[in-house]
């Protein structure tokens, strides 16, 4: 799962270096961070999710609403980090990001954009 600052990473020309099989999601929480005056408009942003042949955009559901409340518990999280955070626990997915709150959370898994070419010597 990607979050929020790999996709403006993504739209402003990074290279994915993604493995061939791999499978792309982002949570529709990302769409609400990135769709905002300070970054794109709602359609770029809309574009930029599509640009990546997402497999999934995980939506806004109760679950994930109550398992951010329980991962902001055990590490101080503003609320959209925590919701995608508990969108990727629950798809059982990594989550990539340079955010290091998140890359810190000792309940994610993670790894760091752009995805190293050996992501098993990644430490947090």
Known sequence: ???TNVLIDVS???KQNLPIDAKVAVSAHS???I???NHLSLSEAED???SLNVSELAPVTYKV???AVELRKIQNLDALDACIGATACLMNATLVTNDRRLRRHPVLSTL???IPQH???VTK
């Open 65 to 67: 609403a109550r398992l």
């Open 112 to 114: 760091p954009f752009p």
């Open 12 to 14: 402003t020309g990074a």
């Open 1 to 3: 799962m990607f979050d």
């Open 31 to 33: 769409l609400i961070e």
């Open 119 to 121: 992501p098993e010597e």
């Open 35 to 37: 769709a905002a005056p």
């Open 48 to 50: 930029v999710i599509a």
